[in-house]
């Protein structure tokens, strides 16, 4: 499963062919440091946007084939450039993510699922698309299959999160359906977990659960190491939704997370692929 800091990321996974580790610790290197400077810290909004611009401007050297601006990003950015002129990585993909992060610094609600679809769309999707491209399948049926897969697990992590997000004063939850379910900022500020609440969670666990499903071929599809990457990954995001509905959608007092004893039923799973795609 994805490390815990930022999420949907294979990091060098002992299941990743050796020759994919190099470039895909180098795009997380760039998108945990960016994600950080959205995230992390007490700088104002207006020094970590200043900061992301920065970000903005080394991809646009890597674009023009030139050298990094900035002394201090030189080696992750070096790196980084290498390997995306090694496996031909599309840079509106990065620029994607950075637009997901200077995002996080300002929003912080969301009127609909249309709109929290175009943020996973930008903060969590350009990682797959980058993985398809690592393994030379980025073919169009893929990618949409990637999306899915991607944007289910960005509405996981949210799901499992919600006490984390309040404490920023984020909520990630659609406007449209708290109002829908009865469910105002006090009860989540208060982590209230009645009716209305599970409620609530139960819809949006099943949009993520039928959202994965929806893309869980793809691990079919795709080769050896890979393959077994990806399954793990589904079962993985699937587990953490059984949890939630395990805990009866309290996701205020326990953060449900994948522990030692959930991995032989993912091993199991990702052996099986049971009842998944």
Known sequence: MPVDHYENFPVASLLLPARLREPVEAIYAFARSADDIADEGDAPAIARLARLNDYRLEL????????????????????????????????PLFRDLLDAFGQDVGKTRYANFAEL??????SANPVG???????GAATAD??????????????????????????????YVPQDDLARFGVGEADIDAGRCD???????????????????????????????IGWELR????????????????????????????RSDWPRLA?????YEGIG
């Not at 030139?66 to 290498?82: E, N, S």
């Not at 139960?202 to 793809?218: D, K, N, S, W």
């Not at 589904?234 to 994948?258: K, M, S, W």
Request: charged residues 30%.
């Open 142 to 171: 893929n990618l949409r299959l990637s999306d899915r897969i991607c944007t289910s697990l960005q509405l996981i992590n949210f799901w499992q999160d919600v006490a984390v997000d309040w404490a920023k004063r984020r909520i």
């Open 195 to 225: 009716e209305r609440w599970r409620a609530l969670m139960a819809f949006e666990v099943q949009r993520a659960r039928a959202t994965m499903l929806e893309g869980a071929p793809l691990a079919r599809r795709l080769p050896g190491r």
């Open 129 to 135: 698309r980058l993985l398809l491209h690592l393994y």
């Open 60 to 91: 646009d050297a890597i674009g023009r084939g030139a050298p990094p601006r900035d002394a201090g990003l030189a080696p992750m950015f070096d790196r980084l450039a290498r390997n995306i002129r090694a496996h031909a990585l599309p840079l």
């Open 117 to 122: 679809g175009d943020y996973c769309r930008r």
């Open 268 to 272: 199991w799973r990702a052996l099986r």
């Open 232 to 259: 793990l990954m589904v079962a993985g995001g699937l587990r953490i939704l059984e949890l939630i509905e395990a805990a009866d959608y309290d996701v205020f007092h326990r953060r449900p997370t994948l522990g």
